[in-house]
């Protein structure tokens, strides 16, 4: 057994090593047995960060957020199929939000798989849906490339999940020392130029028009691009309704996004010439009875760059055609008046605004608070918004978790509602383990808002009992008080106005650590 | 909309008056937007009791608990395909229990699946390493024939998991009122009588054996018809290591279970003949350098009955060709002598055994208290052991959940290491509101002790730094009691030995609800 990544080494070391030397900084891990060579390597190769997580959806939404916010991936480390099962469903937010992440599994030694013992299973088959691409690693000759060419993946024009598993035997298996990590190739981000003449094209006639954005049309020079086309055509910017990342907040256009619910979304949309910039032909979230699927009809929606193309400079290009060099006028900060009273979501949204510093993070999840906040923010600090892009619930805490690892210098809040929280709960613990100072706001309702919400649309009663069994959060109410100390993160509660604001200056001024605001709605 | 399940009626209706006639009685349920005619429904068709569980892995884990002790299926309802990939890991464990599972999943309505919006997911593809069935409803008229094939497939000869995708659309359909669902075909399992004459005769010739048994052999009529067995060939009866239930204590036989590492498990079963009844042939549970997988030469391993068969009663069988009319002695109730002094994992087995009320369920999840409880309790009261088939982790309290609501009359013992607990934490929160008298017992010794055993097999140190703090539950240490209070469940701690003797039977003696016991280890 190697004793460290300079002399002799093993397969996870040059895993590691080949991944580190293509810029992965952190590993997001909840280990098992067939992952213990990987955990030595952590120990041989420096400068791998390890974070350990109490269970696997908070490694991977935590590698979203780190992803989203560093630009380059982190690592996960999942125990088979099992343990990465626990992970599907913030990696398929974060294949939704076009996250790099190298999704590291660990697997039996391979003459052992054969044998079907417990913990064996198709990790393909569980893998496949998440990830833009999938290895399971067959020979010690194929480590370092295929460690390099997941890391291409991650970054490349698909961008993504790539899941690199690998059997246990292939991690501890002795390697030649001199053998080096293979250096993954990443391709700079591109546009069509014949898309931007058309666009402009389109665009200079004056119908009325829609640039609808998402992914790098979201980056603060994508905005301003989007700003100086509004100037001279009139278009309406609006982004996507669940952006991986958006950069909001004074000096900045006020961008709206687009609704959630489809009767709103297609009157925003309505007689508008659709341009795509970075986002998907807009659809409803889900499938109604007697509303078509389509929020624009298909002949009335252009493209000038699907998600992954170089959005931000697509936009430029065709202000530059336009000869656009104005920018529609730009936010300038202003702070809400905060009357005294019960804390409302519009409230809360208003309160949290005045309170980012500059440059914080919100990492947002839930309905209840989510729209009142980005309504009320675009006149806030400048701040940068993640959503969940791909509607597993439990993304909000570990995209705040990975964002406070890949910022440390950047305030970090997680606006979540109390039903998602739950999903990945433990995240609290990590965030205590790690100091990392990251704010977390409960929006406590006692119960999912959205499917009571739901219920009504579909002509069903609220109040029949197996429902409200179904829909509410109660008997027992949740006590985030106990709950959050029970992790180790300090916590209080607020139930008016003036209790949040006080609450989230104690916040702001505390640094070594998380704290947790229940946030008491009726 | 139908106003209820007995004028008009819609597909979600159909599809729960065909299970519950089927003897579906419990619907263990995570539902999003697409269920909501489903949860209607619950409300339309009397019969079923909808139990809320704030994460997905604790409905199929109670799914998994429920259906070993009632010997039918529970129902699920899953959130599509990020919803039900957070069940998966049990649902996995549930496979390897063979245990029957009507997993529901809701999806899209078909005419919006193209659209790929942002919960589209390949449900197959994550259901199917899982599942011994699987089909998505394609046409109202296949409703209710479909819910019955999936209910017969959970308890056919390969008996597991059934996963039933309904679209919402054929949710909220309205169907034809005097459709009644269609009745499942469930075949009574058989056995070989040519494997019983010629295991009979293999048995007479008293060459050493090994009985190692699973699945219907560990019931007690399996357990005494192998007791006679061994009564007159000399055949040692083993458990398999991981069986999904066994009957134990007072009055049966007092079998051993298969050790979980490879050199004591090669050694229990070395120079004998290996009878298979109800066990699948033995193998490591990881794959060992230098350790042949198979724990037994492939020639030894004779097949009497395969999983799902009726092992009991080949059993019965054998006993009977070889005129075996006596038991080998069955264990009489025996309480342990406890010695004053810091509790430790095998003081922890003896006083569960005595605290043990006849008809106990305990379910084990952990290796740090799981072996000293099955070592001490075979004197124990006559009780049932649930264990984790699969090696996914956090089964434990959810399986202890299933296994109160199946069995009311019974008192449910969950007893789990801190580590294992916190995948599926929020099983406390539905303990709580079902006011389901399990007492939890949280084996405290803050780390994954397992993974630590491994490095140190492996030949890796445990104090380097990284190792360290991937294995090391500390920093902070989870406070059991806050957490525990933070979703309803009263708890106290316990470091003496005493102390846990006084505050089982102060556990016991209450009756309203959950109730956690920390119990420390240095």
């Known amino acids: 057994m190697p004793k460290n990544g300079e002399g002799m080494q093993n397969g996870a070391c040059l895993v590691l090593k080949t991944a580190r030397d293509a810029g992965v900084r952190v590993c997001f891990a909840n280990p098992g047995t067939t992952e213990m060579p990987f955990v030595g390597a952590l120990d041989m190769v420096p400068g791998v960060r390890a974070v350990l997580g109490l269970f696997e959806g908070v490694c991977t939404g935590a590698a979203d957020g780190y992803g989203r916010m560093a630009g380059t991936p982190a690592m996960t480390l999942l125990h088979l199929g099992p343990g990465h099962a626990n992970g599907i469903a913030n990696l398929h937010n974060a294949r939704r939000a076009r996250t790099p992440i190298l999704n590291i599994v660990g697997d039996h030694t391979r003459a052992h798989l054969k044998y079907d013992s417990p913990l064996t299973s198709d990790i393909e088959s569980l893998a496949r849906p998440v990830s833009v691409w999938y290895r399971s690693v067959a020979t010690e000759a194929d480590l370092a490339r295929d460690t390099a060419e997941a890391i291409q993946a991650t970054m490349g024009a698909q961008r993504g999940v790539a899941t690199l598993v690998l059997p246990v035997d292939l991690q501890s298996v002795s390697v030649d020392a001199t053998l080096q990590g293979v250096v993954p190739k990443i391709p700079a981000p591109t546009f069509d130029r014949q898309r931007v003449a058309k666009i402009a094209e389109l665009l200079g006639s004056k119908k009325p028009a829609v640039l609808l954005m998402g992914d790098r049309a979201l980056s603060e020079r994508g905005q301003r691009a989007a700003a100086r086309i509004a100037a001279v055509t009139g278009a309406v910017c609006l982004s996507e309704t669940f952006p991986a990342r ?3 907040g004074a000096g900045l256009p006020d961008i709206d996004r687009l609704p959630y619910f489809p009767e709103p979304a297609r ?4 007689g508008r010439q659709v341009v795509l910039a970075g986002a998907l032909a807009p659809v409803t979230y889900f499938g109604y009875e007697g509303i078509s699927s389509e929020l624009a009809p298909p002949e009335s929606i252009a493209l000038l760059a699907a998600p992954g193309e170089a959005a931000d400079q697509a936009l430029e290009a065709v202000a530059d055609c336009l000869g656009a ?3 529609t006028a730009a936010t300038g900060a202003e702070l809400w008046n905060i009357e005294p009273g019960q804390l409302t979501p519009q409230a809360i949204g208003r309160i949290l605004s005045n309170a980012l510093p500059e440059n914080a993070i919100v990492s947002v999840e839930g309905g ?8 009320a923010s ?10 969940n892009t791909g509607g597993a619930i439990g993304q909000g805490l570990p995209v705040a978790l990975g964002a ?3 910022c440390p210098e950047r305030r970090v809040f997680a606006l979540q509602s109390d039903g998602s929280a739950q999903y990945t709960i433990q995240s609290l613990w990590t965030m205590a383990r790690e100091r990392l100072p990251v704010v977390i706001l409960i ?3 006692r119960r999912y808002a959205i499917l009571q919400t739901e219920l009504t649309r579909g002509g069903l009663p609220t109040d029949a009992p197996n429902s409200r069994l179904l829909t509410e959060l109660t008997d027992p109410a949740i006590d985030w008080m106990s709950l959050s100390r029970g992790y180790g993160v300090p916590a209080e509660r607020a ?6 604001v006080q609450a989230l200056e104690r916040a702001l001024a505390y640094r070594e650590g998380p704290c947790l605001i229940e946030m008491c709605l009726p």
Do not use: M
């Open 246 to 248: 958006t950069e909001r």
């Open 267 to 270: 009157e925003a949309l309505a």
């Open 325 to 327: 060099t104005q920018e």
């Open 368 to 375: 209840t608070c989510g729209y009142p906040f980005v309504t």
């Open 378 to 387: 675009a006149r806030a600090r400048r701040h940068t918004v993640l959503t």
């Open 404 to 406: 406070a690892v890949a």
């Open 443 to 445: 929006a406590s309702n």
């Open 495 to 500: 139930t008016t106005t003036l209790q949040l």
